[in-house]
């Protein structure tokens, strides 16, 4: 890999922890982050694992959201890290959580599928019932 790849690369690493650090320094989950800059908790995930690479605008919306400047967002010596394997585990933590909501949200809309689907049911049961009375 060339130095102007690498620099790239270290850039946006640093991009990515600085969001997930100032995102944490405000006890703000991805999802409130997200509301904020209208962007999916999974979107903020991503950015913050360095998976994409946020355009200007949500760059800045980020930053205002986070009450900081574009710059610091940028700033590759915030935060001094002392111990980078505690960054994955939050990280991680951060991610089986954001996983676990998004299960809660799918078990959710299963439950209100199987209530439509029910009614859905019953309802054509009756209209069959209906039919077959008509017809006798």
């Not at 790239?8 to 904020?36: D, V």
């Amino acid at each position: 890999m060339n130095k102007r790849n690498e620099k790239y690369k270290e850039l946006i690493n640093s991009l990515a922890f600085n969001i997930y650090h100032y995102r944490e320094q405000a006890k703000m989950t991805q999802e409130q982050l997200g509301i904020k800059c209208d962007m999916s908790a999974s979107n903020i995930s991503r950015i913050e694992s360095g998976q994409i690479i946020p355009n200007a605008v949500q760059i800045k919306c980020i930053a205002t959201a986070l009450k900081t400047n574009v710059a610091s967002l940028y700033n590759e010596s915030l935060p001094n890290i002392t111990d980078p394997s505690s960054h994955i585990l939050y990280r991680f933590t951060d991610t089986m959580i954001s996983m676990h909501n998004d299960m809660e949200v799918l078990a959710e809309r299963m439950d209100r599928l199987d209530t439509d689907n029910t009614k859905l049911s019953r309802a054509f049961s009756s209209l069959a019932k209906n039919i077959d009375k008509t017809r006798s």
